[in-house]
């Protein structure tokens, strides 16, 4: 996968290096997308990755450990989970920050004129088949 946002960056560019979106918080992993992909959006399938901050526009061999639901204006936009292992930590913080992050979108979606849903959708784990959430 390729990284376009670092741990701790606060933009997300679109696949042409436009500014998609400017967090008010720092994202708190490697944010990226999946060459040769494509996701319902018209974007490559986005992909968060675990630990160390990776530099913007490095290219990455990771596992995949799991997946994020989510919804942004009507369209499914699923994130791909990766890195080399999956704490319960980790997991409660990528739960937190869609959650967050379904906030903060649906109030940009709402200031682009966008009135379909956004909403995070779940976590999906290889390892169980239904979707989990985890309070917080």
Do not use: Q
Request: glycine share 12%.
């Amino acid at each position: 996968m390729r990284i376009d946002t670092a741990r701790g960056g606060l933009i997300k560019r679109r696949d042409n290096g436009s500014v998609d979106y400017v967090s008010p918080l720092p994202c708190p992993f490697n944010y990226g997308s999946v060459p040769t992909t494509l996701s319902g959006d018209g974007d490559r399938e986005d992909a968060i990755v675990l630990g160390e901050r990776i530099d913007r526009g490095r290219l990455v061999k990771v596992r995949v450990l799991g997946r994020v639901r989510f919804m942004d204006g009507g369209v499914a936009d699923d994130k791909w989970i990766c890195g080399k292992g999956l704490t319960r930590e980790e997991l409660k913080l990528v739960v937190r920050f869609f959650k967050f992050y379904a906030w903060a979108k649906r109030i940009l979606n709402a200031l682009r004129g966008e009135r379909r849903l956004t909403h995070y959708g779940g976590v999906e784990l290889p390892e169980r088949s239904e979707r989990i959430s985890i309070p917080g």
